[in-house]
């Protein structure tokens, strides 16, 4: 998750993760079954709309 809110494409997160493109793509699917989205734009727009700062939100991680 923490790729996707530092902006990174889907190449950059599986190399910075070490995963396979099929993992990323299933983790993504899972998350976005889990947050109850309809599909793969609701989840980013969802993820748009936060924004993420370290020193605000310690909790966060």
């Given at each position: ?18 995963i396979t ?41």
């Amino acid at each position: 998750m923490m790729c996707i809110f530092d902006g990174l494409t889907m190449h950059e997160s599986v190399e910075r993760l070490k995963i396979t493109t099929k993992a990323f793509y299933a983790s993504r699917h899972r998350l976005i079954i889990k947050l109850q989205l309809g599909n793969r734009n609701s989840f980013y727009q969802s993820i748009a709309k936060y924004q993420y700062d370290p020193y605000y939100d310690e909790d966060f991680l």
